[in-house]
């Protein structure tokens, strides 16, 4: 009988009502704050982590794009590529020695 | 009263109990979830995964890229998972998409396959093999596939690949990382390039998320460090493109072509091209520093500089060729031009490549001490293999006295480059120590290893041997090199603006067999350095079985090194040297008619003196010195005629014409070459003038 009253009491709120255990109010409260903010926190931090591998993936990404582009100007940037591009306009490699010209001299 | 109170009580107390007994279910459910489910509990033990370390590049010697590793995609559609309505809309676009994408089918071929594929509803079709990131994203944003996996069909399976930017360009010494046989620089440098994996604690935190997790055992990965090639790409393509053009011209089975920079000993170029069964070329085999043959009269150079060395003859001393035939036993001796070149110098003989002479001086000096001619090869370094950076087989291949393979013949026949196995790098290597004074050094393909854009270990010239001969007997037949091209075998590669040393050869493959005249087949090579009297550059060029046009090294060798040298020398601004103002007036090579202020302005900071005039515009008349003589094209134009505007350019001309109400059509770039009216033709505001303009 007497643990079926203590239960009930828990149940009850009894604990609560006691006038000496009212200090201990804002303590627990403060607890169950500092509770949810750790949650809060704890899923911010890995939303944050997310975030932060998405980004990863994306500067890998990113440096795909730069590597395949790169990779691509470099078979354009070929000597022989670029005489092929500006045959057109009648211009061809020159074998003709360059003069050097000091404009100081 | 008290009754009523305990009744309340009860149910609100069952309620918070049925409550408590669905959160402690829940709860234990959670932790079996996590702690004991096979499944869940495996995924989410934290394990140690493998970090790849990222291979390093291989770059040129201006920093273009060789060689990095690209991934590529193998794509394939999922068309089951695709909606009827939405593929029956939007299937068109796509196929159009795919066609100007790839370029590989028109658009009705991709519809054609979109539509036969749907039907039967195809679960994993490939679309394309080995696509690029860059078209992979433009893959995602066509119609239907950019609805993602789920919707749009679109699988991409990515692989690792190792991508050459520049295709074939020196394809075999860059070289090829693969289970078997692995090749080139690659290969040489696969530990350098490899860097060292990491090993990092992670733990699974969503769909293809992971989360890092701290533990002593983690061990950063060490990205590759990049090699920094000698390869100039620029001189790699010029070389290609001469030894294509030459090998499809004259029907060659292949060719190679390697330069190397005289006193570094870096390899700038080295080209090799194989005719494949097609008809196609394609660098599939490193002949350059793998094929052992015959050189053939290139080796000439190394058996007089024997002679020299050893005192036995000087380039002045005769020799007689007699008719053109000579007998060594059994054996006949001949050279190329009938009826032979009778009594000549040594000098002319080796300018000629008159087998027989130099086959003559060598077995008449060395027949009772062939050892010491064997000797004197060796002391050449022609004999001891090059250690190069590169793997390649040794065959190397010098006969020596005493031996089972050595005959009455073999001296003879060894003095014009036959009886003996060389590479063509080997060869290079022999004359670029002559072009550098004696000094031999080590061919190098690699200049540097770096990392993150620092260097860090910087690859030295090497030197071989110091001194293959004397200075003095390299001074000595360094003219008759040069005589070579000017008056020799290679006479039609000579250039008037610099001067080319070297020796042509002609190898007849197979020696000894007897084929029919039809079935012979010859080696055509050339080998030599430039510019002449302050050598910068050594090549060879090797071009094996010519069909057609031709087969002497003087005809078909020849002329890829010209083309090859002419292009370096007018664009290796190193080899020139700042030219003074009375050099420039020589020089000058035109200066256009125009405005006098403009000409004037441009003459006088040059300091190139001239006569003036008071004209507005002149006329530039050449001589010993520069003349601006009257043209009066504006006296002309203010009396309707048309001037004769020939040799003006062309900003000047349309800013006066359009002037005095002309108007005019151009095209060409330059200097006026035709003018559609006439000089002294009376014009009318409005009328039409065509100028043509050339450089």
Redesign the interface.
């Known amino acids: 009988m007497k643990k079926n009253k203590s239960i009930?009491s828990v149940?009850?709120g009894d604990f609560f009502s006691k006038k000496e255990n009212r200090i201990h109010l804002p303590f627990l409260f403060l607890i169950i704050l500092l509770l949810l903010l750790n949650i809060r926190l704890s899923f911010n931090a890995?939303s944050l982590?997310?975030k932060s591998?998405k980004l990863e993936m994306d500067v890998s990404?990113l440096r795909?794009?730069y590597?395949?582009?790169?990779?691509?100007m470099?078979?354009v940037?070929?000597?022989?590529s670029v005489e092929v591009l500006v045959y057109k306009d009648?211009l061809i490699?020159?074998?003709?020695?360059?003069?050097?010209?000091?404009?100081n001299? | 009263m008290i009754k009523k109170k305990n009744k309340t009580?009860t149910s609100v107390?069952f309620m918070?109990l049925v409550m408590c007994f669905i959160a402690v279910v829940i709860v234990v459910k959670i932790l079996y979830i996590q702690t004991l489910h096979p499944q869940v509990s495996q995924i989410s033990v934290p394990k140690f995964k493998k970090i790849k370390a990222p291979r390093g590049n291989i770059f040129s010697d201006n920093g273009?890229?060789l060689a990095?590793?690209?991934?590529l995609y193998n794509v394939h559609l999922d068309l089951s998972v695709i909606d009827d309505k939405i593929f029956e809309q939007e299937y068109r676009d796509l196929a159009a998409g795919l066609s100007e994408l790839f370029k590989d089918k028109n658009q009705s071929e991709y519809q054609l396959f979109l539509t036969n594929n749907k039907s039967k509803n195809s679960k994993y079709v490939r679309l394309k093999n080995k696509v690029?990131?860059?078209q992979l994203?433009i893959l995602k944003k066509l119609p239907i596939l950019a609805l993602g996996k789920n919707k749009g069909g679109l699988i991409a399976e990515q692989r690792p690949n190792r991508?050459n930017?520049?295709?074939i360009?020196a394809k075999r010494t860059i070289g090829l990382l693969r289970n078997s046989n692995p090749i080139g620089l690659e290969r040489a440098y696969n530990k350098t390039l490899s860097g060292s994996d990491g090993l990092q604690l992670k733990q699974k935190?969503?769909k293809n998320?992971?989360?890092d997790e701290p533990s002593e055992l983690n061990l950063n990965p060490q990205a590759g460090s990049d090699v920094i090639s000698t390869i100039d790409?620029?001189m790699q393509?010029?070389a290609?493109?001469a030894l294509s053009n030459a090998l499809i011209h004259h029907d060659a089975d292949w060719g190679t072509v390697i330069m190397m920079e005289v006193k570094s000993g870096h390899v700038k170029l080295i080209a090799n091209l194989k005719k494949n069964e097609d008809g196609s070329l394609d660098e599939n085999y490193n002949h350059a520093i793998a094929k052992h043959s015959e050189p053939g009269s290139t080796f000439k150079l190394a058996s007089i500089l024997s002679g020299i060395e050893d005192g036995f003859y000087s380039l002045e001393d005769s020799v007689d060729t007699e008719n053109g035939t000579y007998k060594f036993y059994d054996q006949t001796m001949r050279d190329s031009k009938k009826g032979g070149y009778g009594k000549i110098t040594i000098g002319e003989a080796f300018v000629k490549s008159s087998n027989v002479g130099i086959s003559k001086i060598t077995n008449k000096f060395y027949k009772h001490n062939p050892e010491l001619f064997i000797d004197r090869i060796y002391k050449m370094g022609l004999c001891t293999p090059l250690d190069l950076e590169l793997p390649y087989p040794n065959s190397l291949l010098v006969k020596r006295p005493g031996t089972k393979q050595w005959s009455g013949v073999t001296l003879p026949w060894m003095s014009i480059g036959y009886s003996l196995r060389l590479t063509p790098i080997h060869m290079l290597a022999f004359y670029n120590a002559v072009a550098n004074n004696g000094v031999m050094v080590k061919p190098l393909f690699t200049s540097a290893i770096s990392r993150d854009g620092e260097i860090v270990v910087q690859n030295e010239t090497k030197i071989i041997n110091p001194a293959i001969c004397a200075k003095s007997s390299i001074e000595k037949i360094t003219p008759y090199l040069i005589d070579v091209i000017d008056n020799g075998t290679a006479k039609s590669i000579s250039n008037p603006?610099?001067k080319i040393a070297g020796k042509t050869g002609t190898t007849l493959l197979g020696y000894g067999n007897n084929s029919e005249e039809s079935q012979k087949k010859y080696q055509a090579s050339f080998v030599g350095f430039f510019p002449g009297e302050n050598p910068k550059y050594s090549c060879i060029v090797v071009v094996s079985n010519p069909k057609k046009n031709g087969f002497y090294g003087g005809n078909v060798a020849a002329p890829i090194f010209k083309e090859i040298s002419?292009?370096v020398?007018?664009s290796d601004?190193s080899?020139?040297?700042?030219?003074?103002?009375s050099q420039?007036v020589n020089?000058l090579p035109r200066v256009c008619n125009g405005n006098t202020n403009d000409i004037s302005n441009a003459l006088e900071?040059?300091?190139v003196p001239y006569n003036s005039t008071q004209s507005k515009w002149s006329v530039v008349v050449g001589g010993d010195q520069l003349s601006l003589r009257v043209r009066k094209i504006r006296d002309d134009l203010k009396n309707n005629k048309i001037p004769n505007l020939s040799g003006m350019v062309m900003n000047d001309i349309v800013f006066l014409l359009e002037n005095f109400g002309l108007n005019v059509t151009i095209s060409g770039k330059g200097k006026v070459i035709y003018q559609s009216l006439k000089k002294g033709e009376v014009f009318n505001h409005g009328s039409l003038i065509n100028i043509i303009a050339s450089?």
Not at chain 1, 67 to 72: A, E, G, L, Q, R
Not at chain 2, 68 to 71: E, F, G, K, L
């Open positions: 009930l149940l009850k890995e982590l997310k591998i990404d795909l794009t590597i395949t582009t790169k990779s691509d470099m078979r940037y070929k000597r022989s009648k490699s020159s074998n003709i020695p360059p003069y050097i010209i000091n404009a001299d | 009580n107390i918070f273009s890229l990095i590793s690209m991934p690029t990131h860059n994203n991508e930017p520049f295709g360009l935190i969503g998320l992971w989360r790409i620029d393509d010029v290609q493109k603006n610099y002419d292009k020398f007018a601004i080899l020139h040297h700042v030219i003074t103002s420039l020089s900071i040059l300091n450089l």
